[in-house]
């Protein structure tokens, strides 16, 4: 009988029974975590992987295709092979499709102006459509996840996902994920609009000036382990202190310090003392 | 004996300088209560916070506000309910008298000399003893902090055949890193953090087909992988932020671009020297190795860096 | 309302005073006990009566003054928690993301001091606050007596402490918000490192010194910034505000011109008790802006940014902002480093972070040298200039605060560009000619500004409304309003602080009006 008590237990434990399906029907997590030697080593005995790929159902490329056509094809041509507006899009896999379609990135008006993070104009179901056909094109390249990632961050550790952040990701995005300006006109953009699968997918195919952090650098779990980081203490920070300022540091506590501090001061000098 | 009496004025009570600055002292009495009540209060909320466990930010609206109402009342106090004047007081000049001024400069040059005939010689041997006890004093104070520098700024620990590993200790293989990917490496045996100071070395993957970084440079650069030493050379700080389709590397503190396809040569900002690079290569089992050190020092500039 | 010219009665001596004065056996027992050990009642007497002039910028110093007070109390509470030490601990507090990792004993401490004592984040932001509150305020006096000429003679001593103290300040900060040991403030100590590397002939065996070798050096660089900033400077610091207060009790406030003022005289309120309380109250104020600041806005949450270890970075990286001059200068400096004869000068970091401070505080010390050799003015002065009254000189002090001020937008230049979404090339560029070319934009029209307003009567005096009317028959009357509250009051000729200052309420009687208090009592 199903009391309340055991309602509750019901749906964990079917969420860990599907990714344990999907898990083990995904060629391409196995293949990978087996393959490295590297710095993402990983062996039998390790825990679960928490991200696995799951590959687009094969009824998504048709309507894919006409979404391809009408929304992309102008930039990336017809066949995705790219024109001198948009680049070649045969074999990046849809996860890749998926990470700048479902930020917003694209479908871009001005080929000319860096992309930047927005709604997305179209729903969750058109875009990974349009990911299903972009993958169907050809075979993902080596490198490039296979499917869309579900993650599952139970097992992260804030602590390693920290260290690691500080390590590959600060310099760029800042300490706080707050974003920064890069050369010639291009920036990092802030973590705290990033979904968890938006940053496995950012980390796994390396979008625009991002560097491509493969399985043989960073492991399954070292990357869950980032992502809990992001989405927890990143995008909701301990601001024990008060107001966070943005994160941005001492420019902003600059302003605060002289303007209300100095300047609020002032003021009150102007009160108790006299004019001449 | 008791110092002789000072005449002190005296004011009449109707005396203008004598009144209160505010128009209506009853009111402005109360506004001071108030305000000084609120500083009370404000106080004992601190207190009241603080004994259950406290919260910085209920600490900081309570005695914030407290300690400033309770200072604005005492500031309003001063200035609206006591006499504002104005009053004057005189300046007396300070300068001494001529003959005190004659008194003194004699006093100094003629008392020290008096008995001293040899002027000259025993003045310079004062002067001798003081100037070097002066300097050697310095001694302890300077030389005592630390180390000579030695040839510490000139070498690193990245000799022939050093296996390049990651934080922990693994070594990289070629078929770690994706094209485009960055990875920070260091020799085998030396992570530890006084040694990655100035060993620590970036590892780029930036492109699909073969390059090279300058002449001379031919096989420094296997399966598309290249290193330089992470040290900025403005500042010292790791530069850690790469561009991948731009292939640069930018320093986040002073904003230095290197270009990584052409021996990381500074293109922008104030960063004078490329940053120096590792020759790698590829042993037989794949991994990667230093085929040499660097063949300059690393980092900032400095006065013996020829 | 008519004033009437106080009529002052001398007394003859001490007995017809006593008869006047209130009688207080507490207080008259306190000053005869230590007048009778240190004769301290005449000169205290003196002491109350000492005359304060007025004017609201006379009070940009004691905001300084109040915050180093403040710095004071909130250090000796920090330094009761802080660990000055670089040994490795292990993290097993409540903040979760770092938990287990290795970290200096020092970052642990100050983690420590904010999430597990009870009111140790505020203090500790408040220390902050107030550290960024007391060179500001330094700042702001220190412009204030450049603008009105009150570092002129008699008074080089005093700008000199005072150019000493605003240094001193300065280095303070950095040592003390380089103590926790965080990524932000590591990177600092990594650029000072590599600063001190750039001194031509010494700059490596300094570099070797100070840090105990090679950069991290041996780990003794926390401890000795720990015992530089909690005793070595804050002695320093209080002898020096001691001879700067000091001086100013001797040499006597300065005053702006005006009824009654003469080089001769101070006019304004006494010591006691008029600006003692208004100055508590002072005190109490900018102690309550700070304590709220420390409660309610975050500031340095070291926490978020992690451990310093050299191999670590993050982007948008400033200095907190009184070192923000030197950021500027490093990020805009072109690379022009100097190799030959077997040596290297690095002049993109000498330059900019040896060369260009040491030059900037010897122009401060040497100013009034300077000026009065070229003004070829000896004279002493006690009476300020209005800024308008000399257009060159504001002007030049103009070009210089905006100097400084250019290059401390400079050093947020990778901010900047993100929030204005231009190039940060072209940020960069912008700077490096804006430096200079502001600046003289600046000056120049200061310049003009003082000229014209030095030419024109009555600027800057209280105006008096002016009511105009029209008559039925066409003609215009005008009337200038009576002066308002306040007004009147300053246009009393100054006489002496009288002899007591009544604090019993006496009995109101015939023809005296409310509030108005009987100053001589019956006998």
Redesign the interface.
């Known amino acids: 009988m199903l009391t309340r008590r055991r309602r509750l237990f019901l749906l964990p434990a079917l969420v860990v029974v599907g990714v344990a399906v999907v898990g083990l029907l995904s060629p391409g997590a196995v293949a990978r975590t087996a393959a490295s030697t590297g710095t993402g080593a990983t062996n039998a005995l390790d825990p679960p992987n928490p991200i696995t790929y799951v590959k687009l159902p094969k009824s998504y490329i048709a309507p894919g295709e006409q979404l391809f056509l009408s929304n992309c094809s102008s930039c990336h041509g017809p066949d995705a092979s790219g024109t001198d507006n948009g680049p070649d899009l045969v074999g990046v896999g849809p996860a890749t499709v998926d990470f700048w379609v479902g930020t917003g990135r694209m479908p871009l008006g001005n080929p000319a102006a860096q992309p930047v993070q927005k709604t997305p104009r179209l729903s969750n179901k058109k875009i990974l459509e349009i990911a299903a056909f972009v993958g169907s094109l050809a075979p993902t390249a080596p490198g490039y996840p296979d499917g869309i990632p579900q993650i599952d961050l139970k097992g992260a550790s804030l602590s390693t996902g920290f260290s690691l952040f500080v390590l590959n990701c600060a310099a760029c995005h800042t300490i706080t994920g707050s974003g920064d300006a890069l050369a010639d006109g291009f920036s990092a953009p802030t973590l705290h609009k990033a979904t968890a699968v938006q940053a496995v997918e950012a980390l796994r195919t390396g979008p625009a000036n991002m560097p491509h952090f493969g399985p043989g650098q960073l492991n399954d779990q070292q990357v869950a382990d980032i992502v809990a980081y992001v989405t927890g203490p990143i995008q909701h920070p301990n601001n024990a202190g008060g107001l966070g300022l943005g994160g941005i540091g001492p420019v902003a506590e600059g302003f605060i310090g002289l303007f209300i501090g100095v300047g609020g001061l002032m003021l009150v000098a102007f009160w108790i003392g006299d004019r001449t | 004996m008791t110092a002789t009496p000072v005449a002190y004025p005296v004011a009449r009570f109707d005396d203008p300088h004598m009144l209160p600055l505010a128009k209506n002292p009853r009111r402005t009495e109360r506004v001071v209560g108030i305000l000084l009540l609120i500083g009370v209060a404000g106080f004992a909320s601190y207190g009241g916070v603080y004994w259950v466990g406290g919260q910085p930010q209920l600490e900081g609206i309570f005695l914030g506000v407290g300690l400033f109402g309770f200072g604005f009342g005492l500031s309003a106090w001063g200035k609206y309910l006591l006499p504002q004047g104005p009053f004057v007081e005189d300046r007396h000049p300070f300068a001494s008298s001529e003959e005190d001024i004659e008194a003194m400069t004699s006093a100094v040059v003629d008392r020290g000399t008096m008995v001293v005939r040899r002027r000259g010689f025993l003045g310079g041997l004062l002067a001798a003893g003081s100037g070097i006890m002066g300097i050697v004093l310095v001694f302890p104070l300077l030389r005592s902090l630390g180390p000579t520098p030695g040839k510490t700024l000139e070498t690193t620990n990245w000799k022939a055949g050093s296996h390049l590993v990651d934080a922990q200790g693994n070594r990289i293989h070629r078929a770690d890193l994706e094209v485009g990917g960055i990875a920070t490496v260091f020799p085998e045996g030396y992570t530890a953090d006084n040694f990655s100071a100035y060993d620590q070395t970036i590892l780029i993957r930036p492109v699909k087909y073969p390059f090279v970084t300058k002449p001379g440079r031919e096989d420094w650069t296997p399966d598309e992988y290249v290193a330089y030493s992470k040290v900025c050379t403005h500042a010292g700080c790791p530069v850690d932020l790469y561009q991948e389709q731009l292939y640069q590397l930018l320093c986040p503190c002073h904003q230095s671009l290197f270009d990584v396809l052409k021996g990381a040569q500074p293109v922008f900002g104030p960063a004078p020297r490329p940053l120096p690079q590792l020759p790698l290569k590829i042993d037989e089992a794949g991994y990667l190795v230093a085929s040499a050190g660097y063949d300059q020092p690393i980092g900032p500039g400095f006065w013996e860096r020829s | 309302?008519s004033?009437?010219t106080?009529?002052?009665?001398?007394?003859?001596?001490?007995s017809a005073?006593g008869s006047?004065a209130t009688k207080s056996k507490p207080v008259e027992g306190a000053v005869r006990w230590l007048d009778d050990r240190l004769g301290v009642a005449?000169g205290g007497r003196t002491m109350l009566?000492?005359?304060f002039p007025?004017?609201?910028?006379?009070?940009?110093g004691?905001?300084a003054l109040y915050s180093f007070i403040i710095l004071l109390a909130t250090g000796v509470f920090l330094s009761l928690y802080f660990v000055p030490s670089s040994a490795i601990v292990v993290y097993h507090g409540s903040?979760?993301?770092?938990?287990?990792?290795k970290m200096s004993a020092a970052y642990e401490s100050t983690v420590n001091l904010?999430?597990a004592v009870?009111?140790g984040?505020?203090i500790r932001?408040m220390h902050h606050?107030a550290a960024?509150?007391f060179v500001?305020?330094i700042a702001?006096h220190m412009i204030r007596i450049f603008f009105t000429g009150a570092f002129r003679k008699p008074r080089e001593l005093n700008w000199f402490i005072g150019v000493t103290l605003l240094t001193l300040a300065i280095v303070e900060g950095f040592l003390g918000y380089s103590l926790p040991d965080d990524?932000?403030s590591g990177?600092g100590i990594?650029?000072a490192?590599?600063?001190i590397?750039?001194?031509?002939?010494?700059?490596?065996?300094?570099?070797?010194?100070?840090?105990?070798?090679?950069?991290?050096?041996?780990g003794?660089i926390i401890p000795r910034f720990f015992i530089l900033h909690v005793l070595i400077i804050p002695l320093v610091l209080l002898g020096l505000i001691g001879a700067h207060l000091g001086l100013l009790v001797?040499?006597?406030h300065t005053q702006?011109p005006?009824h009654?003022r003469t080089?001769?005289?101070?006019?304004?309120?006494?010591m006691y008790?008029?600006?003692?309380?208004?100055?508590?109250?002072?005190?109490?104020?900018?102690?309550?802006?700070?304590?709220?600041?420390?409660?309610?806005?975050?500031?340095?949450?070291i926490?978020?940014?992690?451990p310093y270890?050299?191999?670590?970075?993050?982007?948008?990286?400033?200095?907190?902002?009184y070192m923000?001059w030197l950021?500027g200068a490093?990020?805009?400096?072109?690379?022009?480093?100097f190799?030959g004869f077997?040596?290297?000068?690095?002049f993109?970091?000498f330059l900019p972070a040896v060369l260009f401070p040491g030059l900037t505080f010897n122009l401060f010390y040497l100013w009034p040298f300077i000026e009065s050799r070229v003004t070829g003015n000896r004279k002493s002065h006690?009476l300020l200039e209005r800024p308008r009254d000399r257009p060159l000189h504001t002007a030049v002090g103009a070009t210089g605060v905006a100097f400084y001020f250019m290059l401390?937008a400079a050093?947020?230049?990778?901010?900047l560009?993100?929030f204005t979404?231009i190039?940060?090339?072209t940020?960069?560029w912008f700077f490096r000619f804006a430096v200079f070319v502001i600046p003289l934009i600046v000056g120049f029209v200061t310049w003009q500004i003082c000229r014209e307003m030095s030419g024109i009567q009555g600027v800057?005096k209280?105006k008096r409304a002016v009511v105009v009317t029209r008559s039925a028959t066409g003609e215009y009357t005008t009337v200038t309003t009576p002066p308002r509250?306040?007004d009147g009051?300053?246009e009393?000729d100054?006489?002496?602080?009288?002899?007591?200052?009544e604090s019993e309420p006496e009995p109101v009687g015939a023809g005296?009006g409310?509030?108005?208090?009987?100053?001589?009592r019956q006998d």
């Not at chain 3, 106080?6 to 001490?14: L, V």
């Not at chain 3, 080089?263 to 006494?270: D, H, I, L, R």
């Not at chain 3, 926490?303 to 992690?306: E, L």
Request: no cysteine.
């Open positions: 309302m004033t009437t106080p009529a002052t009665q001398s007394s003859n001596g001490p005073n006047r005449k009566d000492k005359i007025d004017h609201w910028s006379f009070l940009l004691e905001i903040y979760v993301p770092l938990d287990g990792q904010s999430f009870r009111s984040l505020v932001q606050w960024d509150v500001g305020a702001v990524l932000v990177t990594r650029i490192y590599s600063i590397l750039s001194i031509p002939v010494v700059g490596s065996y300094l570099a070797s010194f100070v840090f105990g070798g090679n950069f991290p050096g041996n003794l001797k040499q006597k702006f005006g009654g080089e001769k005289n101070v006019v304004g309120t006494p008790p008029t600006f003692i309380l208004k100055t508590t109250g002072f005190l109490f104020m900018v102690a309550g802006v700070l304590w709220a600041l420390g409660g309610l806005v975050q500031i340095n949450p926490w978020q940014f992690g270890t050299p191999t670590r970075i993050s982007y948008a990286v400033q200095p907190d902002w923000g950021d490093l990020r805009i400096m072109p690379s022009w480093e190799t077997g040596h290297t000068i690095p993109e970091v006690n401390f050093s947020s230049t990778d901010v560009a993100n979404q190039s940060l090339n940020v960069l800057g209280r509250p306040g009051h300053k009393l100054a006489e002496p602080v009288p002899a007591f200052i005296e409310p509030g108005v208090r009987r100053i001589s």
